[in-house]
């Protein structure tokens, strides 16, 4: 009898666990499907967010009239370039074949004023740009970090020779290097 009764206790604790094993699969799936939901959610409100559907600006009754009306908008800023003359130069080297540049630069000022003020500088100006190019080699023009540099070293040495009067940017029309 102690063995029957035994059997019976292992029966029932089998079957206890049988009936745990099931609702855990069942909290598992439940957890899974609120995970899902959840993840759609966010997901919708997302593409919601970005498709504009939350704007924060409220809209007035008049919205058709108005929406037909752009803000104005600054005038742009006057800009006026000047072409300095080409400039041709030989590079530092140190094998025995001679390297040349080419450049063609344009300046950009920000009015007529300082065209004209810029004007009685232009020996100053091609100095400072000829002995600089000279000291370059074909290895400091590689690459777009190169042509950068260049450009601002160009910028910096243009804003002292004509100092008080300012240079906006150096743009590069043409630059060869054979």
Avoid: H, W
């Amino acid at each position: 009898m102690a063995e029957e009764a035994e059997e019976a206790e292992g029966a029932a604790a089998e079957g206890e666990g049988e009936e745990e094993g099931s609702s855990g699969g069942g909290k598992k799936k439940l957890i899974i499907i609120v995970a899902a939901v959840l993840l759609l959610v966010i997901i919708g409100g997302a593409a919601a967010f970005f498709l504009g559907v939350f704007d924060s600006e409220p809209e007035s009754a008049g919205g058709d009239a108005e929406a037909g009306q752009v803000e104005a908008l600054p005038p742009p800023k006057e800009v006026v370039f000047y072409d300095l003359p080409e400039l041709t130069v030989n590079l530092s080297s140190a094998n025995q074949r001679a390297q040349y540049l080419k450049l063609s630069v344009a300046l950009e000022l920000p009015d007529e004023d300082t065209k004209a003020a810029i004007e009685p500088f232009m020996p100053r100006i091609l100095d400072a740009f000829q002995v600089y190019l000279r000291e370059l080699r074909s290895t400091d023009l590689e690459g777009s970090a190169g042509l950068f540099r260049l450009k601002e070293e160009l910028l910096r040495r243009i804003n002292t020779a004509i100092y008080p009067s300012k240079v906006d940017g150096v743009l590069f029309k043409q630059i060869l290097l054979q």
